[in-house]
């Protein structure tokens, strides 16, 4: 089983790869919807891969409740806490058998390699250096684990900082006539704030997603009006990165309804939040806001 929103290769690898390749039967679900959840769990179901903050919708899940639900159905719990990173959550505490995180992103915190990590117990992550590192590779280079290293020892000021600034930000793309929703799990219309109140700790990290009134041409031409902001697929460096996900996008049927228009992924950075927010109004004015 495996969230119904997640990282696009983690969609490909679950949906194409694991069911062509393998014959492995996997079923999506909106793991925000414990009932959801529930009722998919089947008498074969081995794994439950879920992401929370999910991305790019930014739902939670309740990794608590969800891995109550696969340990009784003797499976195990995958989390993939990228978006949270271990300062803001900690998924093996609140029962999950594996947590994932993309170093890639905020833990390296740059932009300048290429990394991954999997925790859980000492059997599970034996399994792992002795199956899938041997048979499927995946091992990360000296280099990029120098730079992964360097990266982290500022995580906990670094993580503090985007905390501040994309609730700073997501205030004002709220607050803001041109912008027709924003998701950030720190704001109290967010569906799940409550749950990423008791869940996430120290802060509700740095991304977000949201759309501005008006149609495509419109969503792009505010794109190419931002200046500090810079128009990318990551997330987690030190600059603010945006990308744009349009309406006729393959990945677009597994977004819910209101993001069926096009949307924004908002990766804020560690700039001067007021900056950020001049090049956001800026680019509002030159587009939505005539």
Same mark, same amino acid.
């Given at each position: 089983?495996?969230?119904?929103?997640?990282?696009?290769?983690?969609?490909?690898?679950?949906?194409?790869?694991?069911?062509?390749?393998?014959?492995?039967?996997?079923?999506?679900?909106?793991?925000?919807?414990?009932?959801?959840?529930?009722?998919?769990?089947? =008498?074969?179901?081995?794994?439950?891969?879920?992401?929370?903050?999910?991305?790019?919708?930014?739902?939670?899940?309740? %990794?608590?409740?969800?891995? !109550?639900?696969?340990?009784?159905?003797?499976?195990?719990?995958?989390?993939?806490?990228?978006?949270?990173?271990?300062?803001?959550?900690?998924?093996?505490?609140?029962?999950?058998?594996?947590?994932?995180?993309?170093?890639?992103?905020?833990?390296?915190?740059?932009?300048?390699?290429?990394?991954?990590?999997?925790?859980?117990?000492?059997?599970?992550?034996?399994? %792992?250096?002795?199956?899938?590192?041997?048979?499927?590779?995946?091992? %990360?280079? =000296?280099?990029?684990?120098?730079?992964?290293?360097?990266?982290?020892?500022?995580?906990?000021?670094?993580?503090?900082?985007?905390?501040?600034?994309?609730?700073?930000?997501?205030?004002?793309?709220?607050?803001? =006539?041109?912008?027709?929703?924003?998701?950030?799990?720190?704001?109290?219309?967010? =569906?799940?704030?409550?749950?990423?109140?008791?869940?996430?700790?120290?802060?509700?990290?740095?991304?977000?997603?949201?759309?501005?009134?008006?149609?495509?041409?419109?969503?792009?031409?505010?794109?190419?009006?931002?200046?500090?902001?810079?128009?990318?697929?990551?997330?987690?460096?030190?600059?603010?990165?945006?990308?744009?996900?349009? !309406?006729?996008?393959?990945?677009?049927?597994?977004?819910?309804?209101?993001?069926?228009?096009?949307?924004?992924?908002?990766?804020?950075?560690?700039?001067?939040?007021?900056?950020? %927010?001049?090049?956001?109004?800026?680019?509002?004015? !030159?587009?939505?806001?005539?």
């Amino acid at each position: 089983m495996c969230s119904q929103v997640c990282y696009s290769a983690v969609n490909i690898l679950f949906r194409r790869l694991l069911p062509e390749k393998y014959n492995i039967q996997v079923s999506f679900v909106d793991s925000t919807n414990l009932d959801e959840v529930r009722k998919a769990v089947r =008498p074969n179901t081995k794994l439950v891969h879920i992401e929370t903050p999910g991305n790019p919708t930014t739902g939670i899940s309740d %990794i608590a409740e969800i891995s !109550k639900i696969a340990h009784n159905a003797g499976a195990l719990l995958s989390v993939d806490s990228t978006f949270a990173t271990p300062i803001l959550q900690k998924p093996l505490a609140l029962g999950a058998d594996l947590c994932i995180h993309s170093m890639t992103k905020y833990i390296n915190g740059h932009g300048d390699c290429l990394g991954g990590c999997v925790l859980g117990s000492t059997a599970l992550i034996n399994q %792992i250096k002795e199956q899938a590192m041997v048979n499927f590779g995946g091992v %990360i280079s =000296p280099f990029n684990a120098w730079l992964t290293s360097r990266g982290i020892t500022t995580l906990p000021l670094r993580m503090k900082q985007y905390c501040e600034n994309g609730m700073r930000v997501a205030e004002y793309l709220e607050a803001c =006539p041109a912008v027709r929703f924003v998701h950030y799990p720190g704001l109290k219309s967010h =569906p799940q704030h409550g749950l990423a109140a008791r869940q996430m700790q120290n802060g509700y990290s740095a991304m977000l997603s949201f759309a501005v009134n008006g149609d495509e041409a419109l969503q792009v031409r505010f794109l190419d009006s931002l200046n500090l902001i810079v128009h990318a697929v990551s997330l987690g460096d030190m600059e603010s990165l945006i990308v744009y996900t349009g !309406k006729d996008s393959p990945k677009m049927p597994y977004y819910p309804e209101e993001y069926r228009d096009g949307f924004y992924r908002f990766s804020v950075g560690l700039e001067d939040p007021d900056d950020i %927010i001049e090049d956001l109004e800026q680019a509002f004015r !030159k587009t939505c806001l005539r």
